[in-house]
């Protein structure tokens, strides 16, 4: 069982990766948490790109009523991936990986709070 601030790593992964699917910073947080759970194994990594893409499909395409359901079922998918991870690594690799993790946590919030997502112009957008 993983100590309560490595769960709290992993639980921030989670939502990380629900955050960030619909803004500018997806592509840097797709490949950073491809490159985590791939652990050095291109296969597996592209496996994992597999997987986003078809977190961010999902979370895209939602319906009004359905998309806290649908976010916090991704939020937990990823968050389980996270943990199983964390778990299966020793010490000094866990301590990195959890720094990780958090590094990506940070760019996500960082997206989703002052950040910008897609089709959102701040200031004037007029071509004129």
């Given at each position: 069982?993983?100590?309560e601030?490595l769960?709290?790593?992993?639980?921030?992964?989670?939502?990380?990766?629900?955050?960030?699917?619909?803004?500018?910073?997806?592509?840097?947080?797709?490949?950073?948490?491809a490159?985590?759970?791939?652990?050095d194994?291109?296969?597996?990594?592209?496996?994992?790109?597999?997987?986003l893409?078809l977190?961010?499909?999902?979370?895209a395409?939602l319906?009004?009523?359905?998309?806290?359901?649908?976010r916090a079922r991704?939020?937990?998918?990823w968050?389980?991936?996270?943990?199983?991870l964390?778990?299966?690594l020793?010490?000094?690799e866990?301590?990195?990986?959890?720094?990780?993790?958090n590094?990506?946590a940070?760019?996500?919030?960082?997206?989703?709070?002052?950040?910008?997502?897609?089709?959102?112009?701040?200031?004037?957008?007029?071509?004129?």
């Amino acid at each position: 069982m993983l100590v309560e601030w490595l769960a709290a790593v992993a639980a921030a992964g989670g939502t990380a990766v629900v955050q960030a699917a619909d803004t500018d910073m997806w592509v840097s947080v797709r490949q950073r948490v491809a490159h985590v759970l791939g652990r050095d194994d291109p296969g597996r990594e592209r496996t994992e790109l597999m997987r986003l893409d078809l977190t961010a499909t999902d979370l895209a395409s939602l319906a009004p009523g359905e998309a806290a359901l649908i976010r916090a079922r991704q939020e937990a998918s990823w968050t389980a991936r996270f943990e199983i991870l964390l778990e299966s690594l020793g010490e000094a690799e866990r301590e990195r990986v959890a720094c990780e993790l958090n590094d990506i946590a940070d760019q996500a919030r960082h997206a989703s709070v002052g950040g910008v997502s897609r089709n959102v112009f701040p200031g004037p957008s007029s071509t004129a």
